[in-house]
């Protein structure tokens, strides 16, 4: 493929091992990234500038800016003999990873990047690269990053060369979280995806002969092992006919598409997903005091960048939302994340879910380990509130995390507001996570837990529920 191809030509950059510089990219051999505090600075080289710059002065290119499909672009250094051609972007709020992702949010990447291909091929341009490490989210809502990734389409070639990277990277992780369980948290240490050599030994030999597996793993196979003995080779032809080009690419984007939709898994449900409704830990008159008391504690802060954590069925990163917050919102059950990616979708709610485990969050990943940072790292200094609601015994007890890490982390992820809900040792979820330890946990008190958080906050408000829950509106000391 001609992917393959051009990355056998990248040009490796020396990084200095300072951590604290700036990581650009270096895979693109028509180009690099650095992200900095005032913008994404691209940096273009040639020959691929000339295409780039004509791209971004089509009408075509302000639209799918306007729309929020493709990211915005301003030509900030113009190519010389002596320097390349620099671009800079906006930076999208909160960068999250496909590993982060739930089956919601990797169909509407790849359903972003089919259409996106679609309507640039309508006016003679195309995606060369279909990956969804080259798309952002803001809120609900995708956005491609790669602006490299267009290119002027051979009008008499019927083939889109990003077909295979898009089967490899979004279409078998996919077939395989669906058919084989195989977590879409491993595509971490996979960013070129999964070969059909890798699916097609693990399928049953039923699945092989039915679609997405047929076409996209159980023939590429078969092909390979014929190439290979001696079989022919194939080679792509050009035809005359430019519209006939045009309508074969077309219909191969809305075929994959199609497909890709069809292995979409359906609702499972879990020990969380109906967790609202089904606990029964908390009262009536409760449930209003914890939705009071988080409305007031978000009226009191008025935040800009909230982070939600263990936001379950999302009824408080929406109340964060509604308030004109941007709101990450976190849990570990990665059925529930994608329920609230479906509620969400089309509501214009500011709001990511994303499948993250607070006490074994993403790590980075990468050349050097700097490639893709760690959430912990994109979370320092941006939410300036977190909320953590029913979530501290879970640290506390499953997990087994001291109180005094807990705070550390707590001042480390907020700017300045905390709203955190202490569970008591008497309380029945409290129990079940002892499961009859008591001794063992006797140390963890609502004293200490107090004498851990002011060493880094004041408390701002508290209530009391009659449940014996205690809610608690912390601020960073100094604020």
């Keep these: 493929m001609l992917v393959r191809q051009l990355h056998k030509q990248v040009r490796v950059e020396v990084v200095e091992p300072n951590p604290s510089l ?8 028509a180009g690099s990234v650095e992200i900095r505090r005032d913008g994404v600075y691209r940096t273009v080289l040639s020959p691929y500038d000339a295409d780039i710059l004509a791209f971004l002065e089509t009408s075509l290119a302000s639209e799918l800016v306007a729309q929020g499909q493709l990211v915005a672009s301003e030509v900030v ?49 195309i995606l060369q690269d279909a990956t969804p490490l080259n798309v952002l989210f803001r809120g609900m809502q995708p956005v491609l990053v790669d602006v490299l990734s267009v290119r002027r389409a051979d009008a008499h070639l019927p083939i889109w ?3 295979g990277q898009f089967i490899r990277t979004f279409l078998l992780p996919m077939l395989a979280f669906q058919r084989l369980g195989w977590p879409l948290q491993a595509t971490m240490l996979r960013r070129d995806g999964y070969e059909p050599e890798e ?12 679609q997405p597996a047929l076409s996209s793993v159980t023939l590429p196979v078969l092909l390979a092992r014929h190439t290979r003995i001696g079989g022919a080779s194939f080679i792509s032809r050009s035809v005359n006919d430019p519209e006939i080009a045009k309508q ?5 984007l809305a075929r994959l598409g199609s497909r890709i939709r069809g292995i979409m898994p359906s609702r499972r449900p879990s020990a969380w997903t109906d967790y609202a409704q089904t606990a029964t830990h908390y009262s009536a008159e409760d449930h209003v005091g914890k939705r009071e008391f988080v409305i007031r504690s978000l009226a009191a802060s008025k935040p800009e960048r909230v982070l939600d954590i263990g936001s379950n069925t999302g009824v408080y990163s929406a109340i964060a939302a509604d308030g004109g917050a941007e709101v990450v919102a976190i849990d570990t059950d990665l059925q529930t994340v994608d329920r609230l990616c479906v509620s969400f979708d089309r509501s214009g709610k500011n709001i990511l879910p994303l499948c993250v485990d607070l006490s074994h969050p993403t790590p980075s990943v990468g050349w050097r380990n700097q490639e893709s940072a760690s959430f912990l790292d994109r979370c320092y200094g941006h939410f300036d509130m977190v909320m953590m609601l029913a979530v501290l015994h879970h640290l506390l007890l499953r997990s087994q995390v001291p109180l005094d890490r807990i705070a550390v982390l707590c001042r480390d992820l907020t700017t300045r507001n905390i709203v955190i809900e202490w569970v008591p040792s008497t309380d029945v979820k409290f129990k079940e996570l002892v499961r009859g330890r008591d001794t063992l946990y006797a140390h963890i008190t609502e004293a200490a837990f107090r004498d851990a958080f002011v060493k880094y906050f004041y408390v701002v408000a508290e209530t009391k529920l009659s449940n014996d829950r205690i809610l608690i509106h912390f601020r960073k000391n100094g604020y």
């Design 22 to 29: 700036p990581f650009r990219t270096f895979r693109d051999p």
């Design 77 to 125: 250094a113009s190519a010389s003999d002596i320097q390349p051609l620099v671009v800079r972007h906006p930076r999208v709020s909160f960068r999250s990873y496909p590993w982060e992702w739930s089956p919601r949010l990797w169909l509407a990447a790849a359903e972003l990047t089919l259409n996106l291909c679609s309507e640039l091929l309508r006016e003679g341009w």
């Design 161 to 163: 060369y990003a077909y």
């Design 199 to 210: 699916l097609y030994g693990a399928l049953p030999w039923y699945a092989r002969l039915h």
């Design 248 to 252: 074969v690419i077309l219909k191969t």
